[in-house]
């Protein structure tokens, strides 16, 4: 345990002098012709390749469906859909509606991420927002709000239409944001679901199309898509100890093994660094109290992910004054740490008293005496 008196108003020091490592492993080699690897928690993009290129994507659309679709029963309430013709008159993949049937939005949901079902997504637009078109223009408002600059939906089930594309960056932008709905996250990570029809009264099983919920491990979703003019498209999300990673790949036809290589790259260029100050102490001088000084200790700082290498580059800086006035309580944050990265905060943790200071009391002069009974008299006259 390391005791340090504070002499100045802060202190900074490099953690390490050691050069940034080289990457482990050359960048991976994939099919698709645009893909993009980016770290969740931090948007940061690990690999790219053509990754700002508008392509369409197929049926990896339904990411911002359903995500759109669980958003409106965390508004509004789950209701019950009754299926009509128009709702799936839609070409392509389906989860089996008809007319007359009756769901839930949230198997609607269901249906789109597990076998990818083009009537469920149809359904859902219809019954939020009255037309395919008038969902689009919600799917645009809120791919907006993600900062999707280089996105644009025609349709909710992905069938190709003029003006209707994406890119490989997008798209991973997109998944990370759909993962972190707790909901979305449940329903893309299963590979088997039930869906339970109001009418008629029945109970589907239905099985993820996306293999890499079995074929990698820690894969949490997220969606598949294939139609002729865009290829195979793929966006998936794998998480191991602590890092969430989301894969997009469009017009890839390898997708499996291009998204095993690019998560594998992935988790060997990132660390987590999670600093603990918890035992250290500093001693401060304290002024007006009953002690001359306090001491303070640092604390856990949290975590955040690092390329490999950037640790190296940390830059930690210690914010103490060079004094407190009493009193001062026990908990009381009197300072922090500061982990930075070229420049940019990453981290701050705070540095907490360790005991109470209760002030000095002074005697009185008379002369005090005298204006505290003086002023008590005026209160006295003023109240009458």
């Known amino acids: ?91 392509g993949s389906s989860m089996g509606l008809l007319p007359g049937y009756r769901l839930t939005l949230h198997d609607l949901a ?71 709905n707790p909901e979305f996250r449940s329903i893309c990570s299963q590979q088997q679901m039930t869906v339970s029809f109001a009418y008629p009264e029945q109970t589907y099983h239905l099985t993820n199309h996306n293999k890499m919920l079995s074929l990698y491990d820690g894969c949490i979703g997220i969606k598949t898509g294939y139609t002729k003019k865009s290829g195979r498209c793929l966006v998936t999300a794998a998480e191991r100890d602590g890092i969430l990673l989301v894969a997009a790949t469009l017009n890839a036809p390898d997708d499996w093994n291009d998204h095993r290589v690019m998560l594998d790259y992935g988790f060997s260029q990132i660390e987590t660094f999670s600093p603990d100050d918890s035992g250290e102490i500093w001693t401060l ?23 490999i290498g950037e640790e190296a580059q940390i830059t930690r800086t210690v914010k103490l004054p060079r004094f407190l006035y009493a009193p001062v309580q026990t908990g009381e944050q009197v300072g922090e740490v500061e982990y930075s990265l070229n420049g940019e905060a990453l981290l701050t943790a705070p540095i907490l008293a360790r005991e109470d200071v209760t002030a000095q009391e002074i005697e009185k002069s008379w002369l005090d005496g005298i204006l505290d009974w003086i002023s008590s008299l005026l209160g006295r006259i003023q109240g009458k």
């Open 110 to 180: 269901v249906g789109m991420l597990t076998v990818s079902g083009n009537d469920a997504a149809n359904s859902a637009a219809y019954a939020i927002d009255g037309s395919p078109s008038a969902f689009a223009d919600r799917m645009n408002r809120r791919a907006e709000t993600l900062g999707l600059e280089n996105t644009h939906f025609v349709t909710p089930s992905g069938l190709d239409a003029d003006g209707h594309y994406s890119t490989a960056l997008d798209m991973a932008r997109l998944g990370a944001a759909a993962i972190s």
């Open 1 to 91: 345990m390391k005791v340090r008196r504070i002499l100045a108003v802060g202190m900074a020091m490099v953690l390490t002098a050691v050069s940034p490592a080289v990457a482990a492993a050359g960048e991976p080699q994939v099919s698709a012709q645009a893909a993009a690897l980016i770290e969740a928690e931090s948007g940061r993009t690990v690999f790219a390749k053509n990754e700002t290129e508008q392509l369409s994507m197929a049926s990896t659309t339904k990411i911002m469906t359903a995500l759109l679709t669980l958003e409106e029963i965390e508004a509004s309430g789950d209701r019950e859909v009754t299926i009509t013709d128009e709702m799936v008159r839609v070409e």
């Open 285 to 307: 001088p304290v002024v007006g109290g009953v002690v001359e000084e306090i001491t303070a200790v640092g604390q856990k700082a949290g975590r955040v992910t690092l390329q």
